[in-house]
């Protein structure tokens, strides 16, 4: 299967937002290409929203669903609700894409819940619920002592898919929600379609339609703050929210510490009316309130003999790095001195020591260090710098005081390359052979102005290349129909001249008949 979330290289510019942002570093940056390292990945979504290159997207399962076989149910998360414009249309039109049931996920929250209760009020440590599957992932991948605190239940989307096959049967079951992640929670789900998702293939000319009973009751506030909280109606005293994922690192780092607490956990801030694919607007929870009014509620569920007990796996892959190797890869980049780890975070690593490890584990490279680089410049070891085939400025005062080979050959062919290169910052220089470059400028503690011209030429001529063969492609078979169109119309007069030249013969039979006719 394709990956979940994936980089587009050819829109990657480098800027190391991505990494800088992602909570538990998960990106690696090699050889040329970004990549995220799914055995780390948490699937927050964080990388997606932050990439001001649109560098980065997430798997659409679209065709899926439209090659899924038919009836199927449909499980619509609570925030459906607060994201569509019309959610009864959308329901409609589920209906008539082949859905059986459209039924709310809030029911198998209001499972779950009852099952929170029964696990907190039997636990002495702290509780952490699980119905986040990004708080999951970072508890099996990056804190295993976390796993003995989650409440071995079931996600509500996990317990409703059960709920589903049990009463209605072995249907292929569909899930809409504003989670990425999800995706990748359960193989009880057979298709995962994000909310933006669905408004890509919904039919506008559907009619309003409630969902399926039997329905939730207090279970539809589970996206907003404290949903879960509510929902489970613990004590106030003993319960606490934690969003974010820097926040559940914080508590998951030193979670004996909350004992006796009934710990709701999700990844996003505002839990999941703030998920990575909801619209970023404002009113969400008075539009849950809003529906909550409207829909049926159900108080008293009907009992199903469903299993929710759900086990945690220790996914974990951390791998220990000796400090001889740490030390190692920070005196090849110039450190060899504590008071030389500037920890600038312009790499994406919070401090150069993290930047070392991940040297050694092959998920980043030594000059994403801009310092090493421009110690490269200023020493006598700038070997990298003289031989990239990027071309690499050093200005002062707008004068060049350093440029390497690849620059010196490109100031050859352009005597104002530098004014263009300066007005082209962030974006594709074009030079007159045929060569691209993109340009990148930072100035230095000292006033000095760096000016570096990367080169793209191979991808920007396989870019043209690709749209030349497409081009090419259509002109023969726009020359192709065009032939069958003339074709057609030969056959087509060829037919006519036979046809008029029998209607003539028969005109002239016709008379030679009549005349005998008279004649007799």
Not at 31 to 59: D, H, M, W
Not at 105 to 130: N, Q, W
Not at 352 to 376: N, P, Q, S, T, W
Request: hydrophobic share 40%; net charge negative; proline share 4%.
């Amino acid at each position: 299967m394709p990956e979940l979330i994936f980089s587009k290289d050819t829109d990657c510019r480098y800027c190391y937002k991505c990494l800088r942002n992602c909570p538990i570093k998960a990106i690696s940056f090699k050889s040329g290409k970004s990549v995220v390292v799914e055995e780390e990945c948490i699937f927050c979504g964080t990388c997606l929203e932050v990439c001001p290159q649109n560098a980065r997207s997430y798997r659409k399962d679209i065709e899926k669903f439209l090659n899924l076989q038919k009836p199927f149910l449909v499980s619509i998360a609570p925030s459906f609700f607060a994201y569509f414009e019309n959610p009864l249309k959308v329901i409609g039109a589920l209906k008539k894409m082949g859905a059986m049931v459209v039924q709310e996920t809030a029911l198998g929250a209001e499972i779950v819940s009852r099952k929170y209760v029964e696990v907190f009020e039997k636990s002495d440590g702290p509780v952490v619920t699980t119905a986040c599957p990004v708080v999951v992932n970072l508890a099996e991948k990056h804190f295993p002592n976390v796993l003995k605190f989650l409440a071995p239940v079931d996600s509500p989307l996990m317990v409703h898919a059960k709920f589903l096959k049990m009463r209605y049967g072995n249907y292929p079951v569909v899930f809409l929600g504003p989670c990425i992640a999800k995706k990748k929670e359960s193989d009880l789900v057979d298709v995962v379609l994000t909310f933006e998702e669905v408004e890509e293939i919904l039919e506008e000319d559907a009619e309003e339609t409630l969902p399926d009973g039997p329905y939730p009751n207090r279970a539809r506030f589970y996206p907003v703050t404290d949903g879960i909280g509510y929902t489970s109606m613990v004590p106030w005293e003993r319960k606490m929210v934690v969003e974010g994922v820097e926040n559940l690192i914080e508590v998951f780092s030193r979670i004996e510490e909350y004992t006796g607490m009934f710990m709701e956990a999700s990844a996003c801030f505002g839990s999941c009316l703030n998920g990575p694919v909801m619209k970023k607007r404002s009113g969400g929870k008075e539009r849950i309130a809003e529906w909550q009014r409207k829909l049926p509620k159900e108080p008293k569920l009907i009992e199903l003999d469903l299993d929710t007990f759900r086990e945690y796996t220790n996914r974990s892959c951390e791998k220990e790095i000796s400090e001889d190797e740490i030390r190692k890869v920070l005196i090849s980049i110039g450190k060899d001195d504590s008071r030389k780890e500037l920890n600038c975070g312009a790499c994406g690593y919070d401090t150069c020591r993290e930047k070392a490890k991940a040297v050694v584990l092959g998920k980043a490279e030594k000059e994403m260090c801009f310092i090493y680089l421009l110690d490269l410049v200023r020493s006598s070891s700038y070997r990298v710098v003289e031989e990239s085939p990027n071309a690499v400025f050093v200005l002062k005062e707008g004068k060049i005081v350093y440029k390497n080979k690849a620059a010196e050959t490109l100031l050859q062919k352009s005597k104002d390359l530098i004014e263009q290169a300066k007005k082209k910052v962030g974006d594709t220089i074009e030079l007159d052979d045929r060569n691209f470059f993109f340009a990148k400028r930072f100035t230095l503690e000292d006033g000095e102005e760096v000016l570096m011209l990367v080169d793209i030429t191979q991808e920007k001529l396989k870019e043209e290349e690709l749209s030349r063969l497409k081009g090419e492609t259509l002109n023969k078979v726009e020359e192709m129909l065009n032939k069958q169109m003339r074709i057609a119309q030969e056959i087509a007069g060829i037919l006519g001249e036979s046809i008029a030249e029998t209607k003539s013969s028969f005109v002239e039979l016709r008379r030679f008949m009549e005349g005998k006719d008279a004649d007799l």
